[in-house]
């Protein structure tokens, strides 16, 4: 049956065979098959953080655990340190964990259902139907936001996608494809990141808009609605310490396993307060008697809360602290400490 869904699948299959984005995630073998790791470990790494950022980390991370026997044998501080810079790094523990769930009850092989994708750490129902349908051509479709936006725009729905997103549901199934799901999936989130912008859209070089109901009553640059947000964060203080010993090494320590950046390596600092007045010195810091030299104040957005942070240097024998955990100062950018406590380090150099 010749139906609208028909005709936009139809030629949005032809435009990925011509336009196609070249990502790592995506080559294939010889059979002309995509690496179900591939496409498991980049959803993963994708989940709130770009196409470009993604692109270098993963063919590093592939060179590493190239596949999933290696990275079942991996331990947390090593994912944890090869996540620096990544951010949200649940989602390196959920990965590790579910590889090793795969390795213990799936024979190191990626499950090819739903229900048993779903049970997995850190997966949900967008994560599942797209390792599904691009890594074993099921017939799904899963909402990314630039499924959702294409959707949005056809119908004309003149509401928040937060607000509809059982009706999007509802309206994806038409498009799904029986033979060809992997590459049509692929083919809706590259032309949602090419073509159907989120700002701006190409409408005038869109092949689709005849059939697009926004750009018929003129609403696609106001369409998808965005809901209004009141950017209140709350903001949180503390203050770092960066310490050295005369072997230029920093004086470091592993946050807890649980909250914010659990494991992490960090420099000691206080504990983060809501009012800067409640701040206590960090009792491994009140232990070493140094002069210790403020370097400044340095600001950083979580997703939740800003952190200011007041930074401190101090120099400080090695043998006058016990027990005392180091790092080369010329390796802590390649070790396992999150972004913001590398920066907090390049301040106080």
């Not at 190239?66 to 044998?73: C, F, G, R, V």
């Not at 779903?118 to 994560?127: A, C, Q």
């Not at 139907?129 to 074993?136: D, E, H, Q, S, T």
């Not at 950017?231 to 946050?255: D, F």
């Amino acid at each position: 049956m010749f139906t609208q869904e028909n005709q936009v699948k139809k030629f949005l299959l032809k435009w990925y065979s011509q336009n196609a984005r070249q990502l790592p995630w995506r080559n294939q073998n010889e059979k002309n098959l995509i690496n179900p790791y591939f496409v498991f470990v980049s959803e993963f790494m994708l989940q709130q953080t770009s196409v470009s950022t993604v692109k270098n980390k993963f063919q590093e991370f592939i060179i590493t655990w190239p596949n999933i026997q290696k990275l079942a044998q991996a331990s947390e501080k090593q994912i944890l340190k090869f996540w620096s810079g990544l951010g949200y790094y649940t989602r390196a523990r959920n990965l590790l964990k579910s590889a090793k769930l795969i390795k213990k009850k799936h024979n190191y092989n990626i499950p090819q259902s739903y229900e048993e994708l779903i049970l997995l750490p850190g997966i949900g129902d967008y994560t599942a139907k797209a390792i599904l349908g691009i890594a074993f051509n099921k017939s799904v479709m899963p909402l990314d936001a630039n499924i959702e936006r294409i959707l949005v725009r056809l119908h004309a729905i003149e509401k928040p996608i937060s607000k509809v997103k059982n009706k999007l549901k509802d309206i994806s199934k038409k498009f799904i494809s029986d033979k060809y799901s992997s590459n049509l999936i692929q083919s809706f989130m590259d032309y949602g990141s090419s073509i159907c912008l989120p700002r701006n859209p190409k409408c005038e070089i869109c092949q689709i808009n005849k059939i697009c109901q926004s750009y018929k009553k003129n609403l696609q640059l106001k369409i998808p609605l965005k809901l209004k947000k009141i950017i209140n964060k709350p903001m949180k203080y503390t203050r770092a310490y960066v310490v050295v010993n005369e072997k230029n090494e920093i004086l470091v320590r592993s946050r807890p396993s649980k909250g914010m950046l659990a494991s992490m390596l960090e420099v000691p600092n206080d504990e983060w307060v809501n009012n800067k007045n409640l701040l206590i010195t960090d009792h491994d810091i009140r232990q070493i008697k140094t002069k210790l030299k403020s370097k400044g104040i340095f600001e950083y957005s979580f997703s939740h809360f800003d952190l200011k942070t007041e930074i401190f240097f101090g120099n400080v024998k090695k043998t006058k602290i016990s027990n005392g955990n180091w790092i080369k100062k010329s390796a802590y950018s390649n070790s396992r400490m999150p972004t913001i406590m590398k920066k907090i380090v390049e301040m106080a150099e």
